[in-house]
Nanobody, 120 residues
Framework: VQLQACGGGLVQAGGSLRLSCAASGRIFKVNAMDWYRQAPGKQRELVAHITSGGSIHHVDSVKGRFTISRDNARNTVYLLMNSLKPEDTAVYYC???????????????WGQGTEVTVSS
């Protein structure tokens, strides 16, 4: 099982980016999917969470600006980021709880990270 994230880049403050993360491999079911971020010198933090049924949670610092969504048919999670601020600069990671096909195993998998830089 692999998670491949993309969509990061350099953007001016107030701009927008859309991150994508696709899961592939021997997947029976994708449960919850998350976006995390890690800024330089800081710990990794949860940004947004979405369940398989579509229930959503965004941390306070991004509420009203970021939106998590998913396409279950494509095993893909998205993070639409609007009104970006310099403090949003970080490496963004996706994570997903995945039931592996034929293995009776459910565990969390992580993507490789995509870098977002917001200039002031």
């Amino acid at each position: 099982v692999q998670l491949q994230a993309c969509g990061g880049g350099l953007v001016q403050a107030g701009g927008s980016l859309r991150l994508s993360c696709a899961a592939s491999g021997r997947i029976f079911k994708v449960n919850a999917m998350d976006w995390y971020r890690q800024a330089p010198g800081k710990q990794r933090e949860l940004v947004a969470h979405i369940t398989s049924g579509g229930s959503i949670h965004h941390v306070d610092s991004v509420k009203g600006r970021f939106t998590i969504s998913r396409d279950n048919a494509r095993n893909t999670v998205y993070l639409l980021m609007n009104s970006l601020k310099p403090e949003d600069t970080a490496v963004y990671y996706c994570a997903a709880s995945i039931e592996v096909s034929g293995a009776m195993l459910t565990q969390w998998y992580w993507g490789q990270g995509t870098e977002v830089t917001v200039s002031s």
